[in-house]
C-alpha cells in the first residue's frame, strides 16, 4: 500500500505572500479548509485506499501544510527541502525531525542549494524531471541525481503563476504524463516530448492548469484532483483514469492543491 504524509490545515492562512497566487487580503476561511482538507483525506483513504501519515501542525507555518515541499523521499532515505523564501526556511526543522523520528536517513544539500522537494522533482520510475528557477536552483540536480542515481532532466518554469513543477506536470502511472505546455521554453518542451511519446503526453487546456488541474495524486489507475476541470477529466478518463474531484479553492489562495498536500514516502 502507498504511504502519504499530510499536515491538518489547523495554522493554514494567507500570512505572507511569496508567489501570485497569494494575497494577505485574499485570507482562508478557516472551518472551509478543514473542510476542504478532511474530503481529500477521505478520498485518499477511503477511496484510494492509501495510508497516510499526519504530521503536527506547527503555529506561525502556514506552509507547512504543503508537505510535497518536505523533501523526496527514496526507500529509507530522505532528503530535506532548503526553501528559498525565509518564511518557509522555518519549515525545514520540522520536516527533518519527524524523518528522523521515524528512522529515515536524513540527507541535505548545501545551505546555498535551494531545492523544494517533491514539488519540483517528479517522474517516472527511472527519468526524473526537475523545475527550477522560481524556487529550486538547477545547480541541485546533478548532486540529486548522484544521491539518488536517477537521471534528471532539468524543466526551467518560465511562468511564475507555474511557479513549481507540480502546478504544470504530473507524471501518470503507466507512463502518460499530464501537463501544461506553456508553462515552459521549446528547450523543455523537447526535452519532455524526447522522453514522453505523443499518445502519452495530455496537454491540459490553461484555464483548467489555472484551477490546477495538473496537481493531481495519481496511485495505480486513480486520480485524484481539484474539481473544476472537466477537460482534464476526459482526458485522464478517455485514458482509462478513474478521478475523483476534491474541492480545494481555499488551498489555491496560497498556490496549491491535492498534489501539493501530500509527500509520496514510498
Ligand atoms: N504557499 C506555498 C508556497 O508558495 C504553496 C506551496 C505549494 N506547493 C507545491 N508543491 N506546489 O510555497
Not at 75 to 104: D, I, K, M, N, T
Request: with cysteine.
Amino acid at each position: 500500500m502507498s504511504r502519504l504524509l499530510v499536515c491538518p490545515p489547523d495554522y493554514f492562512q494567507i500570512d505572507y505572500e511569496i508567489n501570485p497566487w497569494m494575497r494577505r487580503d485574499n485570507g482562508v476561511d478557516p472551518s472551509r479548509a478543514v473542510r476542504q482538507w478532511q474530503t481529500l483525506m477521505t478520498v485518499l483513504e477511503q477511496e484510494v485506499g492509501v495510508g497516510v501519515e499526519r504530521m503536527q501542525p506547527v503555529q506561525g507555518l502556514p506552509d507547512l501544510v504543503f508537505t510535497a515541499n518536505a523533501g523526496v523521499v527514496v526507500g529509507r532515505r530522505a532528503l530535506v527541502s532548503r526553501f528559498r523564501y525565509p518564511e518557509r526556511q522555518r519549515e525545514e526543522v520540522h520536516f527533518a525531525r519527524w524523518f528522523r523520528e521515524r528512522g529515515y536517513e536524513v540527507l541535505t544539500l548545501e545551505p546555498s542549494l535551494h531545492f523544494e522537494g517533491a514539488g519540483d522533482l517528479l517522474g517516472f520510475p527511472d527519468t526524473w524531471f526537475g523545475g527550477y528557477r522560481q524556487r529550486s536552483n538547477i545547480r541541485a540536480f546533478p548532486k540529486l541525481s548522484e544521491i539518488f542515481q536517477r537521471e534528471i532532466i532539468p524543466l526551467e518554469l518560465v511562468d511564475s503563476r507555474f511557479y513549481h513543477l507540480d502546478t504544470c506536470f504530473c507524471p501518470l502511472s503507466g507512463g502518460d504524463l499530464l501537463y501544461l505546455p506553456s508553462a515552459f521554453d521549446s528547450y523543455g518542451r523537447a526535452a519532455i516530448a524526447e522522453r514522453v511519446s505523443d499518445d502519452r503526453r495530455l496537454a491540459v487546456p490553461e484555464e483548467e492548469a489555472l484551477r490546477f488541474a495538473c496537481n493531481a495524486v495519481c496511485v495505480g489507475k486513480q486520480v485524484v484532483m481539484p474539481a473544476g476541470c472537466p477537460r482534464t477529466t476526459r482526458l485522464l478518463e478517455d485514458r482509462g483514469y478513474r478521478t475523483h474531484p476534491v474541492h480545494l479553492d481555499e488551498f489555491m489562495k496560497s498556490g496549491g492543491a491535492a498534489k501539493c498536500l501530500t509527500l509520496a514516502l514510498d
